[in-house]
C-alpha cells in the first residue's frame, strides 16, 4: 500500500472517528477527495476499495461510498490492554501478540524482525512469485512439501538419526504439531508429565484438552529423576512433553547421563515422549538428543521455524515412527484439509536451502552469546540473577531479589509498556513466584529502566 493510499484511508478513519461522519453519511466523492487531499482519483479508488474490504465503509452502485453501521467500532487506537485480567500462560500470550507499536517486549517469545533473515526471505519470495499458479492457489498436500521433507530428513541423518522422508510429516506450526499428537494420544483425564517449569503453551494445550498435568522439577541437567520415576509410578502418564535442548524457560540443556536414564525409565513404564526442538539450531553445538538416542522407538521429535526465520511464515514438522506420522496425517487431514501452506513451506524450503541462512544463524548465535553476557551483567546490577548462563538460545530464566512477586512486577512494568513473562505462567506446580524468563534479543536499553522502577513500586 502506497503512503498516499494510507494517507487518504487514515483521513476517512479519523473523520468517522472524530464523528465528522457518522454512520450512514455519505463519505466525501473520489474526485472532491482527490482535490482536497492533492492526490489522483485512483489513489483514493484503491483506498475506498481497502475500507470496503475493512468494513470501515460500504458501496451503493450509482450513489457512492457510505459509512458503515458498525464503523463506529472502528477505532484509531490499539485495544486497551487488560490489566485486570489473571496473569496465566494465555496472559502473557495475549499481551505479547496484541502489543501495539512502541511496547517493549522483554517477556515475549520470538526474536525482533531485524534478528532474522529478512534479505532470504524477501529472495524467496520473488523466487515464489515467478512459481506455478499451482503453488500460490491449491491446497496443500496432505504430508506438506516433499523438497522439504527431505531435506529435514537430511539433517536428521547428518545428527546421526536416519529418517526416511515418509517419517516427517509437515504442519502448519509447531503449537498445531503438539496438539495433533495429544489429540491423536491422549484422552480426558489422561495424565501428562511437564518440567516445572516448562513452556508455558504446553500447559494452555493441555488444559484445553481436558488432561491432568503432573510437574517434575526441572534441574540444570533435565528433570529431577527421582520425582520423574515417582511420578511414572503413582499417575501413569501417557506423554511427557520436553525440551531436551535450550529448555524453555531455563535455557538448560538434557545431560547425556539424565538422557539414558529417562530413556530407560520410558520403556519400563511404557512412556512416550514428545520432544520438541525449535530451538536447535541456536546451540553452538549439538547436545544429547533424546530421539537420537531412542531412534524414534518411543520418542517423537517436533519442531517449528518460528524462532528462527519467520514467524509469519509458520511451518511445523513432526519425526516419528511411520505408523504414526500416517495416523497423524490423517488426523491433519480431518482437522485442517492437508498441511501447511505450500506457500509458507516454499519459503522455509527456499531459506533454509539457501547459502546464506547457515551464515545468518552463525552470526545470530554469536549476537545472543553477546546479549546474553551483557544482560546477564545489567541484570545482577538490579538483584536480577540469571539461574545460569546457557550456552545459547535467547532466554534468561532469572531469580527476583528477596520479597519481589514476578506477578506484581508483570502488572507494574505493563502499566509502563513493558511485557514480562512471570515465572508462575512456566510452573503448574506455583514453584517460580519469584522467577521471570527474559529474552535477551527484545532487551534494549529502556527495558532495564522500567525494570529498575518496577522493582522500585511494585510489592
Given at each position: 500500500?502506497?503512503?498516499?493510499?494510507?494517507?487518504?484511508?487514515?483521513?476517512?478513519?479519523?473523520?468517522?472517528?472524530?464523528?465528522?461522519?457518522?454512520?450512514?453519511?455519505?463519505?466525501?466523492?473520489?474526485?472532491?477527495?482527490?482535490?482536497?487531499?492533492?492526490?489522483?482519483?485512483?489513489t483514493v479508488v484503491e483506498a475506498y476499495d481497502r475500507l470496503v474490504a475493512d468494513g470501515v465503509i460500504r458501496s451503493r452502485p450509482g450513489?457512492?461510498?457510505?459509512?458503515?453501521?458498525?464503523?463506529?467500532?472502528?477505532?484509531?487506537?490499539?485495544?486497551?490492554?487488560?490489566?485486570?485480567?489473571?496473569?496465566?500462560?494465555?496472559?502473557?500470550?495475549?499481551?505479547?501478540?496484541?502489543?501495539?507499536?512502541?511496547?517493549?517486549?522483554?517477556?515475549?517469545?520470538?526474536?525482533?524482525?531485524?534478528?532474522?533473515?529478512?534479505?532470504?526471505?524477501?529472495?524467496?519470495?520473488?523466487?515464489?512469485s515467478r512459481s506455478d499458479d499451482a503453488l500460490l492457489a491449491d491446497y496443500g498436500s496432505s504430508r506438506g512439501e516433499q523438497d522439504l521433507?527431505?531435506?529435514?530428513?537430511?539433517?536428521?541423518?547428518?545428527?546421526?538419526?536416519?529418517?526416511?522422508?515418509?517419517?516427517?510429516?509437515?504442519?502448519?506450526?509447531?503449537?498445531?504439531?503438539?496438539?495433533?499428537?495429544?489429540?491423536?494420544?491422549?484422552?480426558?483425564?489422561?495424565?501428562?508429565?511437564?518440567?516445572?517449569?516448562?513452556?508455558?503453551?504446553?500447559?494452555?494445550?493441555?488444559?484445553?484438552?481436558?488432561?491432568?498435568?503432573?510437574?517434575?522439577?526441572?534441574?540444570?541437567?533435565?528433570?529431577?529423576?527421582?520425582?520423574f520415576a515417582e511420578a511414572l509410578e503413582v499417575h501413569r502418564p501417557r506423554l511427557y512433553l520436553t525440551n531436551s535442548a535450550l529448555h524453555?524457560?531455563?535455557?538448560?540443556?538434557?545431560?547425556?547421563?539424565?538422557?539414558?536414564?529417562?530413556?530407560?525409565?520410558?520403556?519400563?513404564?511404557?512412556?512416550?515422549?514428545?520432544?520438541?526442538?525449535?530451538?536447535?539450531?541456536?546451540?553452538?553445538?549439538?547436545?544429547?538428543?533424546?530421539?537420537?538416542?531412542?531412534?524414534?522407538?518411543?520418542?517423537?521429535?517436533?519442531?517449528?521455524?518460528?524462532?528462527?526465520?519467520?514467524?509469519?511464515?509458520?511451518?511445523?514438522?513432526?519425526?516419528?515412527?511411520?505408523?504414526?506420522?500416517?495416523?497423524?496425517?490423517?488426523?491433519?487431514?480431518?482437522?485442517?484439509?492437508?498441511?501447511?501452506?505450500?506457500?509458507?513451506?516454499?519459503?522455509?524450503?527456499?531459506?533454509?536451502?539457501?547459502?546464506?541462512?547457515?551464515?545468518?544463524?552463525?552470526?545470530?548465535?554469536?549476537?545472543?552469546?553477546?546479549?546474553?553476557?551483557?544482560?546477564?551483567?545489567?541484570?545482577?546490577?538490579?538483584?536480577?540473577?540469571?539461574?545460569?548462563?546457557?550456552?545459547?538460545?535467547?532466554?534468561?530464566?532469572?531469580?527476583?531479589?528477596?520479597?519481589?512477586?514476578?506477578?506484581?512486577?508483570?502488572?507494574?512494568?505493563?502499566?509502563?509498556?513493558?511485557?514480562?513473562?512471570?515465572?508462575?505462567?512456566?510452573?503448574?506446580?506455583?514453584?517460580?513466584?519469584?522467577?521471570?524468563?527474559?529474552?535477551?534479543?527484545?532487551?534494549?536499553?529502556?527495558?532495564?529502566?522500567?525494570?529498575?522502577?518496577?522493582?522500585?513500586?511494585?510489592?
Amino acid at each position: 500500500m502506497t503512503n498516499r493510499t494510507t494517507q487518504v484511508m487514515d483521513a476517512i478513519r479519523r473523520m468517522i472517528a472524530e464523528q465528522t461522519l457518522l454512520a450512514g453519511e455519505r463519505v466525501p466523492s473520489i474526485r472532491s477527495l482527490a482535490a482536497r487531499m492533492s492526490v489522483s482519483p485512483s489513489t483514493v479508488v484503491e483506498a475506498y476499495d481497502r475500507l470496503v474490504a475493512d468494513g470501515v465503509i460500504r458501496s451503493r452502485p450509482g450513489s457512492g461510498f457510505y459509512v458503515a453501521d458498525r464503523a463506529a467500532f472502528t477505532s484509531l487506537q490499539p485495544p486497551a490492554t487488560d490489566l485486570d485480567r489473571s496473569v496465566d500462560p494465555l496472559w502473557v500470550s495475549r499481551q505479547s501478540l496484541d502489543a501495539a507499536p512502541g511496547v517493549l517486549k522483554p517477556g515475549c517469545g520470538w526474536m525482533p524482525p531485524d534478528w532474522m533473515p529478512q534479505a532470504a526471505i524477501r529472495r524467496a519470495l520473488r523466487q515464489i512469485s515467478r512459481s506455478d499458479d499451482a503453488l500460490l492457489a491449491d491446497y496443500g498436500s496432505s504430508r506438506g512439501e516433499q523438497d522439504l521433507r527431505h531435506l529435514l530428513a537430511r539433517q536428521c541423518a547428518e545428527e546421526g538419526l536416519p529418517v526416511d522422508p515418509d517419517m516427517v510429516l509437515l504442519t502448519g506450526s509447531g503449537s498445531q504439531t503438539l496438539d495433533l499428537i495429544c489429540r491423536l494420544l491422549l484422552r480426558p483425564g489422561d495424565a501428562v508429565l511437564v518440567d516445572d517449569p516448562c513452556y508455558f503453551n504446553f500447559q494452555a494445550l493441555l488444559r484445553v484438552l481436558g488432561v491432568r498435568i503432573v510437574s517434575v522439577p526441572f534441574t540444570r541437567d533435565g528433570p529431577d529423576l527421582g520425582a520423574f520415576a515417582e511420578a511414572l509410578e503413582v499417575h501413569r502418564p501417557r506423554l511427557y512433553l520436553t525440551n531436551s535442548a535450550l529448555h524453555n524457560p531455563t535455557g538448560a540443556t538434557l545431560s547425556a547421563q539424565t538422557a539414558h536414564r529417562l530413556l530407560l525409565l520410558a520403556a519400563e513404564r511404557d512412556l512416550t515422549i514428545v520432544e520438541d526442538d525449535t530451538f536447535a539450531p541456536l546451540e553452538p553445538d549439538l547436545s544429547p538428543r533424546l530421539a537420537i538416542l531412542d531412534g524414534l522407538q518411543r520418542v517423537i521429535r517436533i519442531g517449528s521455524f518460528s524462532k528462527t526465520l519467520s514467524a509469519a511464515a509458520r511451518c511445523g514438522y513432526v519425526i516419528a515412527r511411520p505408523e504414526l506420522v500416517e495416523a497423524l496425517t490423517d488426523l491433519q487431514v480431518a482437522t485442517n484439509f492437508g498441511g501447511p501452506s505450500p506457500v509458507a513451506a516454499e519459503i522455509v524450503r527456499i531459506t533454509l536451502a539457501d547459502g546464506s541462512y547457515r551464515k545468518h544463524i552463525a552470526a545470530t548465535r554469536t549476537r545472543l552469546a553477546r546479549a546474553r553476557r551483557e544482560a546477564g551483567q545489567r541484570l545482577e546490577r538490579l538483584g536480577i540473577v540469571p539461574w545460569l548462563m546457557p550456552r545459547g538460545g535467547f532466554y534468561l530464566w532469572c531469580q527476583l531479589p528477596e520479597g519481589k512477586d514476578a506477578q506484581s512486577l508483570a502488572r507494574t512494568a505493563l502499566e509502563r509498556g513493558t511485557i514480562l513473562a512471570p515465572g508462575n505462567v512456566f510452573s503448574a506446580a506455583g514453584t517460580a513466584g519469584d522467577f521471570i524468563r527474559l529474552n535477551v534479543s527484545q532487551m534494549v536499553p529502556a527495558v532495564y529502566e522500567d525494570l529498575a522502577e518496577a522493582l522500585r513500586t511494585s510489592a
